[in-house]
């Protein structure tokens, strides 16, 4: 099925297929902070955040909202579509923390009177800079159109996964999306959703289930994300 490596990054490799409207994504055991500053190999995350992203994906589809998602391959390869990625990180907030919580003051733990969705530039020269409407305009990245549907969707995904997730008894803090085009011109998820993209705190003690375990040099990283998939998997 793998015909070549189109694409290394930092945590994933995209492989085209024998089908030219399909790639494969492998998930790697890599992990990086800090714009690459920070970097570790963390034995079998690769395997579970493509578990966990397997199971968001299902859940999305499930809900009515088509993604790039086709099916995994085996422990660290997914079947996905193959879109043209909209290089724009979708930032959606429920509570504050992180950079919001640097930028704004906002104390991090803080629930937000409404949810607050953003759009980062996906530019790692330019360090994925946070970028309003007019910037995405004058950049030529995405219409007014499809900044709103984007939003939409990505709203969308929040309405699902946050009460999914809190029945699990993890809290979403927050989460990164990237939206891809299809050849067909449809706009859907791409990429992953997983621990290394999502905040995900406890929901009784706040401990923190996600890549700031990495982050902040809390320790117990890949049983933090072992831990979200057995609470996945829990009936
Ligand atoms: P980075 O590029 O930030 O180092 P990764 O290591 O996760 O990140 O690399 C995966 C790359 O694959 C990302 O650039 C992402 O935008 C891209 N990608 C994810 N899903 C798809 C898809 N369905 N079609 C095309 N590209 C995709
Ligand atoms: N995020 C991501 N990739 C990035 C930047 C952020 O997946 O390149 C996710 C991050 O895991 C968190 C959310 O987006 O769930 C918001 O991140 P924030 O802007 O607070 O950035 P941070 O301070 O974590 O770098």
């Known amino acids: 099925m793998k015909v ?12 085209s297929t024998t089908q030219p409207d399909q790639l494969i994504v492998y998930y790697k055991d890599d992990t990086t902070a800090g714009d690459g500053a920070k970097k570790a190999q963390i034995q079998g995350k690769g395997p579970l955040n493509l578990k966990i992203s397997d199971y968001f ?3 999305l589809e499930a809900g009515g909202v088509r ?12 079947l996905v579509k193959k879109v043209q990625i909209i290089p724009l990180e979708v930032v959606v907030r429920n509570i504050a923390a992180g950079s919001i919580s640097k930028r704004l003051g906002l104390p991090e733990g803080e629930r937000l009177p409404r949810t607050v969705v953003e759009f980062y530039y996906k ?3 330019l360090h994925d800079p946070l970028v309003n409407r007019d910037h995405i ?16 969707a990505a709203l969308r995904v929040n309405s699902i996964l946050e009460p999914h997730l809190l029945e699990k008894d993890i809290i979403l803090v927050d989460f990164k999306l990237e939206f891809g ?3 067909t011109g449809e706009i859907l998820p791409a990429d992953e959703i997983s ?19 990495f982050r902040r ?7 933090a994300y072992a831990e979200v998939y057995r609470r996945l998997c829990r009936q």
């Open 4 to 15: 070549a490596q189109l694409y290394e990054g930092k945590a994933k490799i995209i492989y």
């Open 57 to 59: 994906f299902r859940l």
């Open 67 to 78: 993604t790039h998602f086709i099916e995994t391959l085996n422990e660290r390869e997914m």
């Open 123 to 125: 530019n790692d020269e």
């Open 137 to 152: 305009l004058a950049l030529g990245i995405a219409t007014e159109e499809e900044m709103d549907k984007l939003k939409e």
């Open 181 to 183: 085009r299809t050849q």
């Open 195 to 213: 621990p290394d993209s999502c905040r995900f705190w406890d929901k009784q003690s706040l401990q923190k289930l996600d890549k700031d375990r």
């Open 217 to 223: 040099d809390l320790g117990s990283v890949v049983e």
